[in-house]
């Protein structure tokens, strides 16, 4: 089973930033959280992950909370492209760990 | 920098035929990984590749699938007989080394149709 629980479903006006959540109570010391966005019909696209700081990349920022307990992925200026499911994942640093999806999040940016 | 590549794209096979998927892992990567998509639902983790050696198999079917990853050539994913039941999109994934700081990254996947 999926160790992180996210939203079924959100919209997000276009040009506007989207501020996806994704809880993760469970997670031990060692473990990365992981963003990754299913555009319809393509394989997974790996966005960002973090293991306790704050980390940005051209695609995205990832805000970790200080118990890293949960985590919230925010795309600064959100097109009709980053219309996608994101899953969030958790994985152990230090070993051999296979990447367990969950449903993820359907988010739909509105023109 | 070319990324994971997968072939076919889209593979039409009738019920009993045999199914091969290739993969491609990114330059310099030695894991890989492979999954399926049923319509409509989540992916699902089949299987763990290093070169000529399976990590983890937990995922796969144990009758009528296999793979592989010889040490030359692409990892193949293997679907004897194959079933209605077999229909899915495969999506292979490679990473440099183990362990989770490493990001997987997907190839465009096969889509495989039974008829």
């Known amino acids: 089973d999926a160790k992180t629980t996210q939203p079924t479903s959100m919209d997000c006006a276009e040009g506007r930033a989207a501020n996806l959540p994704c809880n993760h109570s469970?997670?031990?010391?060692?473990?990365?959280v992981y963003w990754y966005r299913q555009i319809h019909s393509q394989g997974p696209q790996y966005i960002i992950h973090?293991?306790?700081n704050n980390e940005t990349n051209e695609m995205a920022s990832l805000i970790i909370t200080e118990d890293r307990k949960s985590s919230t992925l925010i795309l600064p200026h959100a097109t009709l492209r980053d219309t996608a499911v994101y899953y969030c994942?958790?994985?152990?640093?230090?070993?051999?760990?296979?990447?367990?999806f969950g449903p993820g999040t359907s988010l739909s940016v509105i023109p | 920098n070319a990324g994971v590549m997968q072939n076919p794209r889209h593979l039409v096979r009738r019920r009993g035929q045999e199914a091969r998927l290739r993969c491609s892992p990114m330059?310099?990567?030695?894991?890989v990984y492979w999954y399926r998509q049923l319509p409509e639902e989540g992916l699902k983790f089949m299987v763990y590749?290093?070169?000529?050696?399976?990590?983890?198999e937990s995922g796969m079917p144990k009758e009528r699938f296999s793979a592989e990853f010889p040490k030359e050539g692409p990892s193949i994913l293997r679907i004897q007989q194959v079933v209605r039941g077999d229909s899915a999109a495969y999506f292979c994934?490679?990473?440099?080394?183990?362990?989770?700081?490493?990001?997987?990254?997907f190839g465009d996947g096969t889509r495989l149709s039974i008829l």
């Open positions: 994942i958790v994985r152990v640093s230090t070993s051999y760990d296979k990447v367990i």
């Open positions: 330059k310099g990567h030695s894991h």
């Open positions: 469970t997670i031990s010391g060692n473990e990365y």
């Open positions: 590749l290093q070169k000529e050696n399976i990590i983890d």
């Open positions: 973090g293991l306790k």
């Open positions: 994934a490679s990473s440099p080394s183990t362990g989770g700081d490493q990001p997987q990254h």
